[in-house]
């Protein structure tokens, strides 16, 4: 079975992960491991390594450089009656990664051979994900958790891209960073 693959700005979670999210989540929430949080700029998904890096090499079309950004409100992602994700939305800085985000993706896809991508773009990092056998109470005890994240005003500096898949182990970290280049 092949890997997922993605192209994503590293997030830097050193000092406001362990305080802001790591401190209490509830038991049926699974946090992201604080060096695999990511902005996914374009997720080509299951294809081989080459053509991976066919879509790492058009990672020259981000040219906004480096951005200073800032977290705004979080919210659960996918179907609203059992999202599979809790993620922290950009406020400052979110049209110019949106922007990058742009010049990428179809590309990126279409270099990787991949399915064109259907959904809106939306600058976000998500940091944890519910348990799969969570029921509909602790989905929403887990929204409400994550609502309250005292994240909002976070500033954060989005300096490199990097080309992911997933981790061999998955245990601790479920993605490992290919390779890393400036922005």
């Not at 985000?101 to 270099?111: E, F, H, N």
């Not at 509909?136 to 989005?158: C, Y």
Request: a neutral charge; charged letters at 25%; hydrophobic letters at 45%.
């Amino acid at each position: 079975m092949e890997a997922n693959w993605f192209i994503a700005l590293p997030v830097p979670a050193a000092e406001w992960f362990e305080a802001c999210v790591a401190a209490h989540p509830p038991p049926h929430v699974r946090l992201f491991h604080p060096e695999d949080l990511h902005l996914t700029v374009s997720f080509v998904g299951r294809v081989g390594e080459t053509a991976a890096r066919r879509a790492w090499e058009l990672r020259g079309l981000w040219s906004g450089g480096p951005v200073r950004a800032e977290f705004g409100e979080v919210i659960g992602m996918g179907p609203p009656e059992r999202f599979s994700a809790l993620s922290a939305l950009l406020e400052r800085g979110r049209e110019a990664v949106e922007a990058g985000m742009t010049a990428c993706r179809d590309p990126m896809l279409s270099a990787a051979s991949a399915p064109p991508e259907r959904r809106a773009i939306k600058a976000h990092v998500t940091l944890a994900r519910p348990r799969r056998d969570a029921t509909q109470s602790q989905h929403s005890a887990a929204l409400a958790w994550a609502m309250h994240l005292p994240l909002r005003g976070i500033e954060i500096e989005l300096a490199e891209i990097a080309l992911y898949t997933w981790d061999e182990e998955r245990r601790g970290r479920q993605f490992r960073t290919m390779e890393r280049a400036p922005l």
